[in-house]
């Protein structure tokens, strides 16, 4: 097993560099790590290699953002890796090698059920096109150290975004906490609470909207919130453009008394905050269309058309697929698992608090509650250009820019340009 740590900087160079390079059957998969992923999949993946001699896995560990940028250029020009870990599930689609001649179509069927559309592209409802190997839910994280020192009561499972951003004031005045409440910098992150506040997303006939009275009322509320303090300004208004940013250090340093991110950073919580204070997660605060939704989402596996080595491509992601080693993944990563049989079976996460537990359970326990506006955005192979558009003219709205009717005028604007653009 082969691993390499690119920067952003120097991805492009050394992927280029490394294309012509590599051996007749040295398979490339491009990583990034929310928390320890690629080390496990280094690991496992070893153990492919002990069993299909021939075939050897280079991992080249890369941040977040170079998925989201650089691949995107390489596929392109057709110099991207074999195999990757990625986010845009059908919006890359056009670059997927379908794994349908190359595994047991029934297994996969069975084992990923609904997830494996959201890797399909136009009218294709059967090829096999990736494995989810991370299901995520958005959901807040509290410090409730905070909520006990200022004595002031946690809010029901049936609180409204309003009660919690009063009680989350509440509590940093009381605690002198510099934060009440952040939301992630990300189209992805702010869709579940404008889902709530009774955004549609999508016409009766299907097509994407974007901006109607629902999604118009929660950036209305979101600007309100920035304005007064109850939100972390420079979450969000320190950043340009679509670029994501979070808010993960300042709820690990406790300066922030609700942060609204998602399942997936439950492992550093349990590794970062250790017992400096005592956190836990509440999921999604309910909005005034009656909804309390989050978004699903995650990662997954894919492997590129462009690839000499199809089969060994397949291969590589089928074991991975595989129940036994899903499973020991799913409990050594500390993430919820989207394959049907080990979900069913439980998931005992290892080297992780007993609060870290109760975190993924909540997590699971919420997926009920996801709307079905949040299922089918999730799955829109144009999200990608509605996450970044929401970005931008949110962050317009919340520094001044714009107002927020020109803001969400300039959105509706920019999806019908974008969606123009790919007739």
């Given at each position: 097993m082969k691993q390499r740590i690119l920067t952003t900087t120097l991805l492009t160079?050394?992927?280029?560099?490394?294309?012509?390079?590599?051996?007749?059957?040295?398979?490339?998969?491009?990583?990034?790590?929310?928390?320890?992923?690629?080390e496990v999949y280094e690991d496992v993946l070893n153990r492919f290699e002990a069993e299909n001699e021939g075939i050897t896995v280079a991992i080249d560990v890369v941040p977040y953002q170079a998925i989201l940028e650089n691949?995107?250029?390489?596929?392109a020009a057709g110099t991207g890796p074999d195999i990757a870990k990625v986010t845009d599930l059908g919006g890359l689609n056009e670059y997927y090698l379908d794994l349908t001649p190359y595994v047991d179509a029934g297994y996969w069927e069975a084992s990923f059920?609904?997830?494996?559309?959201?890797?399909?592209?136009?009218?294709?409802?059967?090829?096999?096109?990736?494995?989810h190997s991370q299901l995520t839910i958005t959901g807040a994280f509290i410090n409730a150290t905070l909520f006990e020192q200022a004595g002031i009561e946690i809010p029901g499972e049936d609180a409204t975004w309003a009660e919690w951003a009063e009680a989350a004031r509440a509590v940093a005045e009381a605690t002198d906490t510099p934060f009440p409440m952040a939301i992630d910098r990300s189209g992805h992150r702010v869709a579940g609470p404008a889902i709530s506040y009774g955004a549609a997303l999508f016409n009766e006939d299907g097509a994407a909207i974007l901006v109607d009275d629902g999604f118009r009322a929660f950036v209305q509320q979101f600007v309100d919130w920035h304005e007064d303090g109850t939100m972390a300004r420079d979450v969000w208004a320190g950043q340009g453009g679509a670029t994501y940013q979070d808010a993960a250090q300042e709820f690990i340093n406790g300066e922030l008394v609700f942060y609204y991110s998602g399942s997936w950073q439950v492992g550093r919580m349990n590794e970062q905050v250790g017992d400096f204070f005592d956190w836990q997660v509440v999921g999604s605060p309910c909005g005034p269309a009656g909804a309390c939704s989050g978004m699903p989402g995650g990662a997954g596996i894919v492997g590129f058309a462009q690839t000499d080595h199809p089969e060994a491509v397949a291969a590589v992601i089928d074991f991975l697929a595989q129940e036994d080693i899903y499973a020991e993944v799913t409990a050594r990563t500390?993430?919820?698992?989207?394959?049907?049989?080990?979900?069913?079976?439980g998931v005992t996460y290892e080297s992780v608090s007993e609060g870290a537990?109760?975190?993924?359970n909540a997590f699971a326990g919420d997926l009920p509650d996801v709307a079905p506006a949040a299922f089918a955005y999730q799955g829109y192979a144009g999200n990608r250009a509605m996450f970044?558009?929401?970005?931008?003219?949110?962050?317009?709205?919340?520094?001044?820019?714009?107002?927020?009717?020109?803001?969400?005028?300039?959105a509706a604007a920019d999806l019908q340009a974008a969606m123009a653009e790919t007739e």
């Open positions: 160079s050394a992927m280029l560099a490394g294309a012509g390079a590599v051996s007749a059957q040295e398979v490339r998969f491009m990583c990034y790590s929310d928390g320890n992923e690629c691949l995107p250029v390489q596929l059920g609904d997830t494996l559309d959201w890797y399909r592209g136009g009218d294709d409802r059967q090829g096999i096109y990736g494995m500390s993430n919820l698992p989207a394959h049907l049989g080990v979900a069913a079976a537990q109760a975190a993924l970044g558009i929401t970005v931008e003219r949110v962050s317009q709205a919340i520094v001044g820019e714009l107002t927020v009717d020109q803001a969400m005028e300039r």
